[in-house]
């Protein structure tokens, strides 16, 4: 499989594009007695709040500040989603709403990027029905944002670049500006080979290519030295980390080498295939004390004639050994999933099959999706005669079913003592501090020496559908 590693000499290229804009924005801050202002706005998943993170730190090489709201700012990067139609609505309305203010200050830089730009039909709509957009650029040109930004600065007319090879780029030694705090997103690889049927995501972030596990490690130990203790390793499928690699290495080899790096941190992933998952992979697990005991496993239905539909390439019986071998290795698993109700064609008893299996399993958290039709899948052209409100309905029991099965775990947590990490403060003034268990679950906590970024042990007082409340023992 062909990668495609962005050359040093072109990263070191982009760098004189953001010296240069830094010295441009010097000048003008001077002129105007403060610094000049970025906002970015993040759409979808957590790659791409990692990608916003990244055009962060490029801004803030080039001179920008942090801007509270878009009508501060002299830049505006807007960083959408495809995978559901309702994210696309959202990021162009608020494209829209953009268009008085780019009458009022004709010189702010309005900039569209990710996923949703990167589809075929996009450049041309945005084209036509959004002239108030000055950069657009998709995920293959994330690396190029400062060469695109000075472009525009110095007088080019609209920059449009979603071009880029469907293999897809890795760009190392770019900045990256996180938040501070307890967490950390780590990009371990990016795009996908899987073609779910019903998924944009192959189409618009290309094959999957895994980074270097050296740059991974090297990642890791910086992040730890800057006090970082909550860190999510993230690719669209990591159990298929290292299949493009020369080194011969999986993910689960890689998750030894994460837990060898010295220092009291905890190291999550996401996103797991069932397909690829592994009892190598559970079996890891269970053996790294550093890696949280927390599982994201979407199952997405538990029909499996849905399934074959999707293209997924597992059965629900496979799904449910998985499970249980998991949870053998790890009896205090936190378990998570990804659902989709109302694919095309899907029966009432497709959907009792996803229903019972939801009943069976008892997730700690679900994350339930209405089937949104993204055109270029393959599922956009599957017959779809269900009506809205049967899905809508198949929904809502879908989550009164969940609802009551987290409640009873959640119950099941009282009395009982769990190692946290405190992460912030919460609204509430009798448990005013918030933490997170090891599986990722919402603990609002009281009691002597707690403190915000430290592991502590709570006793859990009392319960309620979203949040554990828990005292210092
Ligand atoms: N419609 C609804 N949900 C979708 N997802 C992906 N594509 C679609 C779609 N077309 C959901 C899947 C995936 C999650 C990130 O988003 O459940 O796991
Ligand atoms: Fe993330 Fe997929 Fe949305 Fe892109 S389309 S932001 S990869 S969820």
Same mark, same amino acid.
């Given at each position: 499989?062909?990668?495609? !590693?962005?050359?040093?000499?072109? $990263?070191?290229?982009?760098?004189?594009?953001?010296?240069?804009?830094?010295?441009? #924005?010097?000048?003008?801050?001077?002129?105007?007695?403060?610094?000049?202002?970025?906002?970015?706005?993040?759409?979808?998943?957590?790659?791409?709040?990692?990608?916003?993170?990244?055009?962060?730190?490029? @801004?803030?090489?080039?001179?920008? &500040? =942090?801007?509270?709201?878009?009508?501060?700012?002299?830049?505006?990067?807007?960083?959408?989603?495809?995978?559901?139609?309702?994210?696309?609505?959202?990021?162009?309305?608020?494209?829209?709403?953009l268009? %008085?203010?780019?009458?009022?200050?004709?010189? !702010?830089?309005?900039?569209?990027?990710?996923?949703?730009?990167?589809q075929? %039909?996009?450049?041309?709509?945005?084209?036509?029905?959004?002239?108030?957009?000055?950069?657009v650029?998709?995920? %293959?040109?994330?690396?190029?944002?400062?060469?695109?930004?000075?472009?525009?600065?110095?007088?080019?007319?609209?920059?449009?670049?979603?071009?880029?090879?469907?293999?897809?780029y890795?760009?190392?030694?770019?900045?990256? @500006?996180?938040?501070?705090?307890?967490?950390?997103?780590?990009?371990?690889?990016?795009?996908?080979? #899987?073609?779910?049927?019903?998924?944009?995501?192959p189409?618009? +972030?290309?094959?999957?290519?895994?980074?270097?596990?050296?740059?991974?490690?090297?990642?890791?130990?910086?992040?730890?030295?800057?006090?970082?203790?909550?860190?999510?390793?993230?690719?669209? #499928?990591?159990?298929?980390?290292?299949?493009?690699?020369?080194?011969?290495?999986?993910?689960?080899?890689?998750?030894?080498?994460?837990?060898?790096?010295?220092?009291?941190?905890?190291?999550?992933?996401?996103?797991?295939?069932?397909?690829?998952?592994?009892?190598?992979l559970?079996?890891?697990?269970?053996?790294?004390?550093? !890696?949280?005991?927390?599982?994201?496993?979407?199952?997405?239905?538990?029909?499996?004639?849905?399934? =074959? +539909?999707?293209?997924?390439?597992?059965t629900?019986? %496979?799904?449910? &050994?998985?499970?249980?071998?998991?949870?053998? =290795?790890?009896?205090?698993?936190?378990?998570?999933?990804?659902?989709?109700?109302?694919?095309?064609?899907e029966?009432?008893?497709?959907?009792?099959q996803?229903?019972?299996? /939801?009943?069976?399993?008892?997730?700690?958290?679900?994350?339930?999706?209405?089937?949104?039709?993204?055109s270029?899948?393959?599922?956009?052209?599957?017959?779809?005669?269900?009506?809205?409100?049967?899905? *809508? &309905?198949?929904?809502?029991?879908?989550?009164?079913? *969940?609802?009551?099965?987290?409640?009873?775990?959640?119950?099941?947590?009282?009395?009982?003592?769990?190692?946290?990490?405190?992460?912030?403060?919460?609204?509430?003034?009798?448990?005013?501090?918030?933490?997170?268990? &090891?599986?990722? @679950?919402? /603990?609002?906590?009281?009691?002597?020496?707690?403190? $915000?970024?430290?592991?502590?042990?709570?006793?859990?007082?009392?319960?309620? @559908?979203?949040?554990?409340?828990? +005292?210092?023992?």
């Amino acid at each position: 499989m062909q990668k495609t !590693v962005v050359s040093q000499e072109q $990263i070191a290229h982009q760098y004189e594009y953001m010296q240069f804009i830094a010295r441009m #924005n010097a000048q003008k801050a001077e002129v105007c007695g403060h610094k000049l202002r970025a906002f970015t706005q993040t759409f979808g998943c957590q790659q791409n709040e990692a990608d916003t993170q990244r055009i962060a730190g490029m @801004l803030d090489e080039m001179g920008y &500040e =942090k801007a509270e709201s878009a009508q501060q700012a002299d830049v505006i990067v807007i960083n959408t989603c495809a995978v559901r139609e309702h994210a696309e609505s959202r990021a162009l309305g608020n494209v829209g709403a953009l268009s %008085h203010l780019k009458k009022a200050r004709p010189d !702010v830089t309005i900039c569209l990027c990710g996923c949703m730009v990167q589809q075929e %039909h996009m450049p041309e709509k945005i084209k036509k029905s959004y002239p108030q957009v000055d950069i657009v650029f998709g995920t %293959h040109a994330l690396w190029r944002f400062p060469e695109l930004l000075y472009r525009r600065l110095t007088g080019d007319k609209r920059v449009f670049d979603t071009s880029g090879d469907a293999a897809g780029y890795i760009a190392e030694g770019l900045p990256i @500006l996180r938040d501070g705090g307890t967490k950390a997103w780590l990009s371990i690889m990016y795009g996908c080979n #899987n073609f779910c049927t019903y998924c944009i995501v192959p189409y618009v +972030r290309g094959r999957e290519r895994s980074r270097d596990p050296q740059q991974i490690v090297h990642e890791l130990e910086q992040l730890v030295a800057e006090g970082y203790k909550d860190i999510t390793l993230l690719g669209q #499928n990591v159990n298929s980390y290292g299949k493009d690699l020369d080194t011969p290495i999986d993910f689960s080899d890689l998750l030894v080498r994460l837990n060898a790096v010295p220092g009291d941190f905890l190291l999550r992933f996401m996103t797991s295939h069932p397909k690829d998952a592994s009892h190598k992979l559970f079996d890891t697990m269970a053996a790294c004390d550093k !890696v949280a005991k927390q599982l994201h496993l979407p199952f997405q239905s538990g029909s499996d004639t849905i399934l =074959k +539909r999707m293209n997924r390439g597992y059965t629900a019986t %496979h799904y449910r &050994e998985l499970i249980a071998y998991a949870r053998g =290795k790890m009896p205090d698993l936190t378990l998570s999933s990804d659902i989709i109700v109302g694919f095309p064609g899907e029966t009432e008893q497709d959907f009792e099959q996803t229903r019972a299996l /939801v009943d069976e399993i008892g997730f700690d958290m679900l994350y339930t999706f209405l089937y949104s039709k993204r055109s270029g899948t393959p599922a956009a052209s599957m017959p779809d005669d269900t009506p809205h409100e049967v899905k *809508q &309905e198949r929904f809502e029991r879908l989550l009164r079913t *969940q609802d009551e099965r987290v409640q009873a775990r959640q119950d099941a947590y009282a009395g009982k003592c769990l190692r946290v990490l405190v992460d912030g403060t919460s609204k509430g003034t009798e448990y005013p501090l918030t933490a997170r268990t &090891e599986g990722g @679950l919402l /603990v609002c906590c009281a009691g002597d020496g707690l403190k $915000i970024g430290e592991f502590a042990q709570v006793r859990i007082e009392k319960t309620s @559908l979203r949040c554990l409340f828990g +005292r210092s023992v």
